[in-house]
């Protein structure tokens, strides 16, 4: 599966980085490299754009996913798609919940790899029943740490990429 990511450079920089961010595909993973070397945006707007702009799915996760899979699964392929997400998202967390406690979902959200994130880490937090004030405060939080490391390893990598040039 190839997607292509063409048409977000035809955006404005700022709106384009605060969508990259908001996919569960990129999320701040990608837009902060992006913002900071494509875009050349200052590294408190790739920053703060990309936290705002992952954290928002988190919000939309956790009140609106249990409506709309409720509604979905009276049909035969969203039953089906919902139990597999669901399932899948079980096992890459659940694990991790019973150790760790609650503080898992914020160690969860804020490891910048693929299948880790907001996107995961919201669902889990929904399928374990967290309140929902405090799963949205655990996924800030992990998504806070997420964009630290994500800005600290791009910068560190951008330097030495100059330097090998």
Do not use: C
Not at 128 to 136: D, G, I, S, V
Not at 140 to 165: H, M, N, Q
Request: charged share 15%; proline share 4%; glycine share 4%.
């Amino acid at each position: 599966m190839n997607i292509d990511f063409s048409w977000i450079y035809s955006l404005n920089h700022q709106l384009a980085t605060l969508l990259l961010a908001m996919l569960p595909v990129t999320e701040l993973r990608a837009s902060i490299p992006i913002a900071l070397k494509t875009f050349s945006l200052p590294i408190w707007q790739a920053f703060s754009l990309s936290v705002i702009g992952s954290f928002i799915p988190a919000v939309l996760i956790i009140y609106f996913v249990g409506p709309v899979s409720q509604y979905f699964q009276r049909f035969k392929w969203g039953d089906k798609f919902f139990n597999w997400l669901f399932e899948r998202t079980r096992k890459r967390f659940d694990k991790k919940y019973y150790l760790w406690g609650k503080i898992a979902l914020l160690i969860f959200v804020s490891i910048p790899l693929p299948l880790t994130g907001v996107w995961t880490g919201s669902l889990a937090a929904w399928l374990f029943a967290f309140e929902k004030k405090q799963a949205l405060l655990l996924i800030f939080l992990g998504t806070l740490l997420a964009a630290v490391f994500v800005t600290l390893i791009s910068l560190g990598f951008f330097k030495i990429f100059e330097f090998l040039l």
